[in-house]
């Protein structure tokens, strides 16, 4: 079964970090660009960050960049987001998914089909 797993949300005061991971099994990610994406009450979903299938290219929402970092270790078949400086702003369920490449995440990441169940990341005080 092919499947994409978030993990490492939870509660964190502003100005806190986290660091979510996005784990396949089933299939390598070896050959798919990775990108996050969260999903808010009331909010319509936005695209976060993505990663190439190398690790040579990544991409941010201008509301994470400076803050967030993606990163990947593909022997370990899993994706990382580190996310600092945390705002209240921030709070949402992550998702991460597989794409043929970052281009094809942008693009899509509206429509895309949740995988897994998300991890919930709460910012408060």
């Known amino acids: 079964q092919l499947q994409l797993v978030e993990s490492g949300g939870g509660l964190v005061q502003p100005g806190g970090s986290l660091r979510l991971s996005c784990d396949a099994s089933?299939?390598?990610?070896?050959?798919?660009?990775i990108g996050w994406f969260r999903q808010a009450p009331g909010k319509e979903r936005e695209g976060v960050s993505c990663?190439?299938?190398?690790?040579?290219?990544?991409n941010y929402a201008d509301s994470v960049k400076g803050r967030f970092t993606i990163s990947r270790d593909n022997a370990k078949n899993a994706v990382y987001l580190q996310m600092n400086s945390l705002k209240p702003e921030d709070t949402a369920v992550y998702y991460c998914a597989a794409k043929p490449n970052c281009r094809s995440f942008w693009s899509s990441y509206r429509y895309l089909e949740v995988w897994g169940q998300g991890t919930l990341v709460t910012v408060s005080s």
């Open positions: 990663i190439s299938s190398s690790g040579g290219s990544t």
């Open positions: 089933g299939f390598t990610l070896d050959y798919s660009a």
